[in-house]
């Protein structure tokens, strides 16, 4: 696979002084689902409004679709579709309307059945004739994705699509987007629900204080980060972790019914039948063992707080 | 597309966006004016003119119609083109004109084209309401309508300057209320600066709305106080400035990108 947007360089100072970007490098690939993840002021929406023209970049350049973003505009911003963070809409316009102009907007000529399309897929068709400040903020953010679809863009930005969203429209838009991407459109969106990212991403990327801490595929990074925890429910409770098994820095919880340990998928896979041999011999017995593996949230909170892949999963 | 292009599509998108909100309030946007300059006819054409019935020879409430033009086309413009920005701006909207394929001399374009549109429109329906009152014979009627679109285009553009530069409604305000109005009421709409004291007179003449005034009666009566060539330069001229000065806003995205 080739690079749809390539990223070299990248840094935004804002007027205040502030410094979102530093030094980003990033290429997308043709046809993934690309999600960006970060706290709170990470610099993630700056990032995506650089791309899109939003923002001017401090320096650094962006080629989207083999073109420059800066100096053929036109050419690569004709290719992007951009739903912004915040619900914009125009309030008293038709929902029609309002679509209709945006595909004229982005230098394209009519075509009110690819407008019909957009609509029926989005579950506005009934609604076209309503005005948007008659909507629901539910039904507003469709809006917002349908004008960002009436171009037929190559490339589709998504940012924080489903905050403040309901379960049943989420799920709508993670079939939305993966029917998109069949069709050939690549997708980048931000998130913060992490589940988000782990149902619908091919790749994550990880940004914090204005640098990308880590690119790689999710498959990958949460093998490579994946902690896993092994719990015993012990047959009789214990009042402490008994020293002859104190290598495996165990923690006792549930009043000293559960043995928690918590270790590497990767470096540690010996250690888990000699734990469990260790309690044979120690004639400590237990009734069912259970292990789990920390979600993304976890692999990503312990990414942004110093970076070390510790934690225990919890 | 290459940049040469001209998106077409998306001027015409933003015009007729414009243009069908400006149909949706027709009513306020024609009633409104035309109301208020049949008020004007009946205060100052037919109660004061009844007392000064004539000036250079032109009867007073004919004399008075191509300044109360001006009045209201400055007015339209100035709202019709600093509304047209500023409210997207103000709504959040704007993140899609800056993220469309569009230049800056097509938005340009198409916002400010679309808001003397409409002036120009209002311009025409207060003349015909004013030939309802008086009876008007039009010297030079190409040269009055060309003006009248220069005037509208000029102070459209020189209102989205306005928008781009307004961070609220206050300040949208101040230009039209606080700089325009006065200027064109001590502009000469209402009386000829000839029958002013010397003194005054020259006051009067740094006063830029005098010679916008001046020469649209011009074309009108063939008749003026003011050079008409001097008055039509000047006008250019600040075409010309509005023009520069939006260019310059686009380049440096000055109140617009961060
Ligand atoms: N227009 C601006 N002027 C000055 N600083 C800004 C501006 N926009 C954003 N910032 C700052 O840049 C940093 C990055 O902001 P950005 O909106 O890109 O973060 P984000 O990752 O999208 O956050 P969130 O998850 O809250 O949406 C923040 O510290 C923010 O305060
Ligand atoms: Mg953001």
């Known amino acids: ?314 | 597309m290459s940049n040469l292009s001209f998106n077409s599509h998306g001027v015409l998108a933003i015009y007729r966006f414009e243009m069908a909100r400006f149909m949706r309030t027709i009513w306020q946007s024609l009633v409104a004016p035309v109301i208020t300059t049949s008020l004007y006819f009946i205060v100052f054409g037919s109660a004061i003119g009844s007392r000064m019935s004539e000036v250079g020879g032109v009867p007073y409430g004919a004399f008075i119609v191509p300044g109360l033009i001006m009045m209201a086309l400055f007015q339209e413009s100035l709202f019709n083109g600093s509304f047209g920005i500023y409210f997207p701006k103000f709504t959040g909207t704007i993140y899609e004109l800056l993220s469309a394929p569009i230049s800056s001399f097509e938005a340009v374009l198409a916002y400010v084209g679309a808001a003397a549109t409409k002036s120009v429109v209002l311009g025409l329906v207060i003349l015909a309401t004013a030939s309802l009152f008086v009876p008007l014979h039009i010297a030079h009627p190409f040269l009055m309508t060309g003006y009248l679109v220069l005037i509208a285009v000029t102070f459209s553009l020189f209102g989205f300057i306005l928008g781009v530069w307004a961070n609220s409604f206050e300040q949208l305000n101040v230009v039209p209320m606080l700089i325009m109005t006065p200027l064109t009421f001590l502009g000469g709409a209402f009386y000829s600066i000839e029958m002013l004291p010397p003194a005054w007179r020259v006051v009067t003449l740094f006063n830029p709305v005098v010679y916008i005034i001046d020469c649209f009666r011009w074309s009108f009566f063939d008749m003026a106080d003011v050079n008409v060539a001097l008055s039509f330069g000047l006008t250019v001229g600040f075409f010309v400035a509005c023009l520069i000065a939006v260019s310059i806003i686009f380049k440096t995205g000055w109140h617009l990108k961060n």
């Not at chain 1, 070299?8 to 490098?25: D, E, M």
């Not at chain 1, 023209?53 to 100096?71: E, K, L, R």
Request: net charge neutral.
């Open chain 1, 1 to 314: 696979m080739s690079a749809i947007v390539s990223i070299s360089n990248l840094t935004k100072t804002y007027a205040s002084g502030l410094q979102a970007l530093k030094s980003v490098n990033l290429e997308i690939m043709k046809g993934e689902i690309f999600a960006l993840l970060g706290p709170n002021g990470a610099g993630k929406t700056t990032l995506i409004s650089i791309i899109c023209g939003i923002v001017t970049p401090t320096s650094g350049t962006v080629i989207a679709d083999g073109h420059n973003i800066q100096g053929d505009y036109k050419a690569a911003r004709m290719k992007i579709g951009l739903v912004p963070q915040e619900l914009h809409t125009d309030a008293f316009e038709t929902v029609i309307h309002t679509v209709t102009f945006s595909r004229g907007l982005f230098g394209r000529a009519p075509n009110p059945a690819h407008i019909e399309k957009v609509l029926r897929d989005l579950s506005l068709w009934e609604k076209r004739n309503d005005t948007i400040r008659t909507l629901s903020g539910g039904m507003k953010r469709r809006v917002m994705i349908a004008k960002a679809l009436s171009h037929e863009p190559t490339i589709l930005f998504l940012d924080e699509p489903t905050a403040g969203v309901d379960v049943e429209l989420r799920r709508d838009m993670w079939a939305m987007v993966h029917t998109l991407r069949q069709s050939g459109v690549t997708i980048i969106l931000t998130t913060h629900y992490i589940e988000e990212a782990e149902e619908m991403a091919d790749r994550i990327g990880v940004i914090s204080k204005g640098e990308l801490i880590v690119v790689e595929e999710k498959t990958a990074l949460m093998k490579k980060l994946g902690k896993k925890e092994l719990t015993l429910t012990l047959q009789d409770a214990l009042t402490e972790v008994p020293a002859a098994l104190a290598e495996w820095k165990l923690e006792l919880k549930a009043d000293g019914h559960e043995l928690h340990y918590t270790f590497d998928a990767n470096a540690d896979s010996g250690t888990v039948p000699a734990l469990l041999k260790r309690l044979g011999e120690l004639g400590i017995g237990f009734k069912d063992l259970n292990t789990s593996q920390s979600s993304l949230e976890e692999i990503f909170v312990s990414l942004v707080h110093g970076g070390k892949a510790g934690g225990a999963g919890k």
